[in-house]
């Protein structure tokens, strides 16, 4: 089991992918998967820069640590991602067969790792994922609560 700060040292560095997200204007989401210590895979929310949909943080980082191992089963990884995944992310979460998530800030709207839905421990998958949440929650969500504060601002969301 890993110790908090090795939490928050991971979370620092989904937090450092979710700024490039907000530099390039999309919505701030970083997240990185983590194996053996060692980051395999990284991403941040492209949806607009993609125009594509699926192009969120969770699912550019599994990819690229799928590439990494050679293995689409990510049976020893941690994702650590700096919002609650949603629906779409946490059945490729569970698809996976990651280890674990640690996210930071609740996302009351979308959120399905226990906001809204709980589909990693759901008992009728054939895989269920440890949660831990609230990692860096405040630095997570002030992120978020910025970006949106300067689009409403700016008139564009």
């Known amino acids: 089991m890993m110790r908090m700060d090795e939490h ?17 204007d999309e919505v ?21 820069t993609l125009a594509d949909p699926t192009a969120h ?15 689409w089963r990510l049976l020893d990884c941690t994702l650590y991602v700096t919002l609650e995944p949603c629906p779409m992310c946490a059945g ?3 698809l996976a067969r990651l280890a674990r998530v640690v996210f930071g800030t609740d996302d009351p709207k979308f959120g399905a790792c ?3 839905y709980t ?3 759901d008992s009728r ?7 831990l949440s609230g990692v ?8 978020l609560q910025d970006f949106f504060r300067r689009q409403r601002a700016a008139g564009k969301k």
Not at 8 to 24: G, H, I, P, Y
């Open 8 to 24: 928050e040292r991971f979370m620092a560095v989904a937090l450092d992918e979710a700024r490039a997200a907000a530099e390039r």
């Open 28 to 48: 701030p989401v970083g997240a990185v998967v983590v194996h053996s210590g060692r980051i395999i895979g990284r991403g941040h929310n492209q949806r607009e």
């Open 57 to 71: 943080a969770e699912m550019l980082a599994i990819t690229a640590a799928a590439a990494a191992l050679g293995d």
């Open 92 to 94: 490729a979460i569970v």
């Open 114 to 116: 226990g906001s809204l």
């Open 119 to 121: 589909i990693p421990t």
């Open 125 to 131: 998958t054939n895989h269920q994922v440890e949660l």
């Open 136 to 143: 860096c929650a405040d630095k997570c969500a002030r992120l």
